[in-house]
């Protein structure tokens, strides 16, 4: 069993900077998938970015060039540095750790993007 916790969000205005964390606790973080998810209002849930065990990196196209996945296994913690936020960006972010069948989400943080 995982136990995700993240942090971070908040409101911003277009063109800001947030950065959002997860802390992981009950297993082996290392050996876990991490993503970020969003969700908008009305809007299926989806990917924004995940980093692997191993360390590899895949984005939405919609986030690319603008925000960064990275994780701190020695913390079990895993970031989203978000860069050059628009008014589409808001949604609630989630993270998500996975390991073969096993999958595990947080409970959601809010950002807003708006002046």
């Known amino acids: 069993q995982v136990q995700l916790v993240e942090s971070g969000g908040g409101l911003v205005q277009p063109g800001g900077s947030l950065r959002l964390s997860c802390v992981a606790s009950?297993?082996?973080?290392?050996?876990?998938?991490m993503g970020w998810y969003r969700q908008a209002p009305g809007k299926q849930r989806e990917l924004v970015g995940s980093?692997?065990?191993?360390?590899?990196?895949n984005y939405a196209d919609s986030v690319k060039g603008r925000f960064t996945v990275s994780r701190d296994n020695a913390k079990n913690t895993v970031y989203l540095q978000m860069g050059s936020l628009k008014p589409e960006d808001t949604a609630v972010y989630y993270c998500?750790?996975?390991?073969?069948?096993?999958?595990?989400w947080g409970q959601g943080t809010q950002v807003t993007v708006s002046s």
């Open positions: 998500n750790a996975q390991h073969g069948l096993q999958a595990y």
């Open positions: 009950g297993s082996i973080f290392s050996i876990y998938s």
């Open positions: 980093i692997t065990s191993a360390g590899w990196k």
